[in-house]
């Protein structure tokens, strides 16, 4: 029998209720292809070099619930933080893609940038069209406004 990995700082984010999508941001769609909106998704890694458009996230597919990494756009994630992770299941994702343990101080920190990124590519998306009626899309729901 395998032993817990040890816990470790991750950051923690939630998948966006609704997402714009399609043509102009028209259209709205809930979560996204992989994930549910609402879903608590473990970041693992980023792509700085590309302005960390995209994380590597661990979290539960959408229609089988099993323990799945993909590349995520990072403007589909908000409310990043800081947290002790103890799930095997992450931990051991966590592991194939790093070998740095960060601190709860590192992983706050990068969750705050992480947090600016994502606000700044949901305004970008869809820069100067407006928002369809009734739109449901974070910036939307939260008064965020983009």
Known sequence: MDEAPEPRWLVV??????????????ELR???????????????DTYPG???????????ARDTGHWITID?????????????????????????RWTENHTEER????????????????????AGVPHPRGCLCHACLTGAGE
């Not at 990068?110 to 600016?116: F, H, N, P, Q, T």
């Open 13 to 26: 984010a939630t998948i966006a209720r609704w997402r714009r999508y399609g043509d102009g941001g028209q």
């Open 50 to 60: 590309m302005g960390s458009m995209d994380l590597t996230t661990v979290g539960q």
């Open 30 to 44: 809930p979560g996204t292809k992989v994930y549910r909106g609402g879903a608590r998704v473990f970041v693992i």
């Open 107 to 126: 992983a706050r920190e990068w969750a705050a940038g992480l947090e600016r990124l994502a606000t700044r590519y949901r305004r970008e998306a869809h």
């Open 72 to 96: 995520t756009a990072t403007r589909h994630l908000h409310t990043f933080r800081a947290k002790l992770v103890h799930s095997p299941a992450v931990l051991r994702r966590a592991e194939e």
